[in-house]
């Protein structure tokens, strides 16, 4: 669609001061769409810095189908996103539904959902499974939709920065096993797409990665960027049990044993710009977090 036909349709992201909905917000702005960003704190810094871009933020939450009918209202599309980590499983199926609901009943054009990378296996895993039974409820109300299964998020390194930039990255995975991994800029770049070419991309469910790499190559990625060696230590799997309990340890397990086929060399035809790690990394702070570190 053209610049000023994407100024015409108004489109509600949910999770708008999340990774993935701040994303998809800024990508939306970015190619003319006109944003209404829903969340529960609209004085949130994250949802000041949307409104000074331009979108319209509006209080709600996806527990409250009033709140929800509200931010419908003059709607083109919906992004759709729920955190587990916030609602629980049973929570985040029953958010996905009741968003697909309201959206039916609004009219909405084109719901994007944003799902898991290989929810659509059979894989048994609750993480996986929740996603897939939201995903089953969008088709079954007729919505016009894009379904996009995102794999393992390059921001979770984040969660490890300070033991990777002593020298060493310990995971439980096979040092070979590779492990696909996307920057969630770019999840926010293809639900753009999607919204922005609504004839390709309606109907369409596409598991998206932007990089695969081994664990020995990751640790070798980091240590590129931050200029001094990073190990690699696999976790014994006992231990690694023992720490992060059984529900992560069965997900991590399922990484390790099957993993993710998503194909970037397609993905990659649909969105030449693509993140790899490194440049993801050299684009976070990663180098200079290295620097800091080194001079303590």
């Known amino acids: 669609m053209t610049v000023e036909q994407n100024a015409e349709r108004l489109v509600l992201v949910t999770g708008a001061t999340s990774r993935q909905g701040g994303a998809v917000a800024r990508n939306l702005l970015g190619r003319g769409f006109r944003v209404r960003a829903l969340t529960r704190d609209p004085q949130k ?17 996806l527990d ?55 929810a659509h296996r059979v894989t048994g895993i609750p993480t996986f499974e929740s996603k897939w039974e939201v995903e089953e409820h969008i088709r079954g109300t007729g919505l016009p939709y894009t379904v996009l299964r995102p794999v393992f998020f390059m921001q979770n390194w984040e969660m490890m920065r300070d033991q990777i930039l002593a020298g060493t990255l310990a995971q439980p995975f096979d040092s070979d096993k590779p492990l696909q991994q996307i920057s969630t800029k ?10 922005d070419d609504p004839e390709r991309w309606i109907g369409r469910e596409m598991d998206i990665a932007g990089d695969e790499l081994t664990m020995v190559q990751t640790a070798q990625t980091f240590g590129r960027v931050i200029g001094r060696k ?37 993905a ?3 969105h030449p710009g693509l993140i790899t790690l490194e440049q993801h990394l050299r684009a976070t702070g990663w180098e200079e977090a290295a620097t800091v570190g080194g001079d303590r």
Not at 45 to 61: C, D, F, I, M
Not at 88 to 105: C, F, H, S, Y
């Open 268 to 270: 990659r035809e649909e």
């Open 64 to 118: 409250d189908r009033s709140s929800i009918d509200l931010a419908l209202e003059g709607v083109y599309g919906v992004f759709s996103v729920q955190n587990p980590i916030e609602a629980g499983m049973e929570g985040e199926i029953r958010q996905g539904k009741t968003l697909a609901d309201a959206a039916k009943a609004a009219g909405v054009e084109h719901f994007v959902y944003s799902s898991m990378g290989s």
């Open 186 to 195: 770019d999840i926010g770049a293809f639900a753009a797409k999607a919204f």
């Open 45 to 61: 810094p994250s949802a000041r810095s949307l409104a000074e871009r331009g979108a319209e933020v509006v209080p709600g939450t």
């Open 230 to 266: 990073v190990d690699y230590y696999q976790i014994p799997w006992e231990q690694f049990r023992e720490a992060m309990g059984e529900v992560v340890t069965v997900l991590n397990r399922w990484f390790n044993d099957v993993g993710f086929e998503a194909d970037i060399v397609a």
